[in-house]
């Protein structure tokens, strides 16, 4: 269970804070409404993702039980690798933690709904990023976090390389 300590913690600050605000959006926002908060750079808002990122298989019928398993897959996998990871592997442990609480948060909406809450809007004037949510955040977080490790790791083995 020791291996799971920071994931449960992640779960539990990730999951409820992702489910508070988009119940949040869906109690003062109508579908398709847009509020803007920092002009010219940021709306909240209230869409239904019915695909995957960025709209992606939005119109397959079979998007909902493909992109539940694409979840539960992910979810296992990284329950699978949490507990092989040494513990000076923080960073690799919170970059999952992260995305596993992303998905979950985002797999919650599309069992519920069918589809994902959004509400998060960032934008230049007129030109803008899709719209995302809490859970989508932890994933994106949780992939940096992930990436700056790797490039950590193979930055500290060159080095080793050039010294020896």
């Not at 949490?82 to 919650?108: C, D, E, M, T, Y």
Request: glycine share 6%; net charge neutral.
């Amino acid at each position: 269970m020791r291996h799971y300590r920071l994931l449960l913690l992640v779960c539990l600050i990730v999951i409820p804070l992702d489910q508070w605000t988009k119940s949040l959006v869906v109690e003062h926002f109508y579908l398709h409404q847009s509020r803007t908060l920092i002009e010219p750079v940021l709306n909240l808002c209230y869409v239904l993702n019915t695909g995957a990122a960025f709209g992606l298989l939005a119109d397959n019928g079979l998007r909902v039980p493909l992109l539940s398993a694409v979840a539960l897959i992910a979810t296992g996998v990284i329950l699978w690798i949490l507990p092989r990871l040494k513990p000076v592997h923080i960073w690799q442990k919170l970059g999952l933690s992260l995305v596993f609480s992303g998905a979950l948060g985002n797999l919650i909406d599309r069992l519920r709904l069918g589809a994902v809450i959004d509400f998060i809007d960032v934008h230049w004037y007129q030109h803008h990023w899709p719209a995302f949510n809490v859970a989508d955040s932890a994933i994106t977080l949780g992939v940096i976090f992930l990436l700056l490790d790797l490039w950590w790791v193979e930055r500290n083995r060159r080095q080793e390389e050039a010294q020896g």
